[in-house]
């Protein structure tokens, strides 16, 4: 029973931004770490202390805990005390989850389990998956209950992450994180492994509130960058400059505007609050609502692009980033790479600088375009008619907005328009 079994070995499946990480710390933390992953060139990567991916800090963790011997990764899943869930959950047509990933590792694990394990959903997911999980493996296994105190009982919670991209190493050891399980059992259970390598606070609750906490938490994030967003269109009708007007607004004590941008990309943000609206369609108007408006801005980005294009004949157009967001690679759900992607559509004549310095080659769809090409960022700007700035990545930053005197400037981060600011952006 579980009182006699301290989680030493534990299984992250899925090797992505959270499980890799989340398997590399508890590893450093001294537990025995098996990652699984359907890819088997992560797995080779991690069995050779490599990272597919770039996120500060975290290769040098990921090759101590191989080269000791306490991670390593494989394509199945093996018997553990614990497990952890950390699988993508995109959303289908229609904006409801797409399960399937938590599905098929959850039979995946059904298939190993004795009795006193713990499985743990870390996937960000919609209230009432972590029930479903459990009900998936008990359907498989009806020798075994999620009932607390038996020898065949398995424990089951949902242990949302809550790590910023960039940020991940130092987050996932310090930010507080919510524990829920489907006992109580559970959570504690949850709460003593967690409490291995997070310094943060760990607050017990139950499955489903923790599931919404985590979408909440999104939401809530979604709705003030929409704010944002849609002041800066406000702001363009009414030739006002929105970065000006913000910092403003923002020397009131009680007012804190975050920054409008291309648009809300990445896995997270731009996805979670449609499992709310999904959830309680007729009640989440306000969320809804400002999905909308966030993902209508690279179409405005775009349509003042083209607007200022047809002032040349063949425009050359620095894009600077396509990522989703500052100083990372991850181009997933990145509004800056649909906006060139379609710039490049649309415009009839000219060509698409892209400077991206995060990555080395440009993915497929934008790869085959003859009107595309990936560029240093000094040969752009030196090039462009107009600079089209997407993304607030460092080098940009450092870019003085004086050598930019001759072109056309469309700053879509304000990073160089100081308008006003007397105090830096908030992030
Ligand atoms: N963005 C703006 N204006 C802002 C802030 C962000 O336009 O003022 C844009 C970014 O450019 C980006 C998008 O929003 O396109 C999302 O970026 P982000 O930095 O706000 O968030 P993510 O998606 O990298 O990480 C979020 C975080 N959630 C919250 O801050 C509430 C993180 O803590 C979560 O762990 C992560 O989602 C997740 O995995 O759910």
Redesign the pocket.
């Known amino acids: 029973m579980m009182a006699n079994n301290p989680l030493e070995t534990v299984c992250v499946i899925g090797l992505g931004?959270?499980g890799l990480p989340t398997a590399a710390v508890l590893a450093q933390a001294g537990k025995r770490v098996t990652g699984v992953d359907l890819n088997e060139s992560v797995v080779e990567s991690v069995n050779n202390g490599r990272v597919p991916f770039v996120e500060e800090g975290l290769e040098t963790v990921v090759a101590g805990a191989v080269a000791r011997e306490r991670l390593s990764a494989q394509t199945t899943t093996p018997s553990a005390d614990a497990y952890i869930v950390a699988v993508p959950t995109p959303f289908k047509d229609g904006h409801a989850a797409d399960l399937s990933f938590v599905e098929s590792a959850a039979r995946s694990i059904a298939r190993q389990l004795g009795g006193g394990e713990l499985i743990i959903l870390e996937s960000?997911s919609p209230p009432g998956t972590t029930e479903h999980m459990a009900e998936v493996i008990l359907a498989e296994r009806t020798d075994l209950s999620a009932a607390p105190g038996l020898p065949t009982s398995v424990y089951f919670s949902h242990a949302?992450?809550?790590?910023?991209?960039?940020r991940i190493m130092i987050?996932m050891v310090d930010?507080d994180r919510i524990v829920g399980g489907t006992t109580t059992e559970a959570s504690e259970l949850t709460r003593d492994l967690y409490a291995s390598f997070c310094r943060g606070e760990l607050l017990l609750t139950d499955a489903r509130t923790a599931e919404m906490a985590?979408l909440t938490?999104?939401a809530?994030?979604?709705v003030?960058?929409a704010f944002?967003?849609e002041l800066s269109l406000i702001a363009d009708q009414l030739d006002i400059n929105v970065w000006e007007l913000i910092d403003l607004a923002n020397h009131h004590p009680r007012v804190n505007i975050?920054?409008?941008?291309?648009?809300?990309?990445?896995?997270?943000?731009?996805v979670?609050p449609w499992f709310i609206v999904a959830a309680a369609p007729e009640t989440s108007r306000l969320i809804s609502t400002a999905r909308q408006v966030?993902d209508s801005?690279p179409e405005a980005v775009l349509r003042k692009t083209l607007e200022i294009a047809e002032r040349f004949k063949a425009p050359r157009i620095a894009a600077l980033g396509i990522a989703?967001?500052?100083n990372?690679d991850?181009l997933r759900?990145?509004?800056?790479r649909t906006i060139v992607g379609n710039l490049a559509d649309e415009l009839s004549e000219g060509t698409v600088l892209v400077v991206e310095p995060n990555i080395e080659e440009l993915p497929s769809e934008l790869a085959h375009r003859s009107n595309v090409q990936l560029t240093e960022l000094d040969e752009a700007l030196e090039q462009a008619d107009i600079v089209l700035l997407l993304?607030?990545h460092s080098p940009f930053k450092a870019v003085d907005p004086e050598s930019l005197r001759s072109k056309i400037v469309l700053d879509t981060?304000g990073v160089w328009d100081s308008r006003g600011r007397a105090t830096p952006?908030?992030?």
Do not use: M, W
Not at 160 to 166: T, Y
Not at 258 to 270: D, F, R, S
Not at 333 to 336: G, N
């Open positions: 931004y959270i960000t949302p992450e809550r790590v910023l991209p960039g987050e930010n985590k938490e999104n809530f994030r979604d003030n960058i944002a967003n975050l920054q409008p941008g291309p648009g809300v990309g990445g896995h997270c943000i731009a979670d966030n801005k989703f967001k500052a990372i991850d759900q990145s509004p800056s993304v607030d981060k952006p908030r992030d």
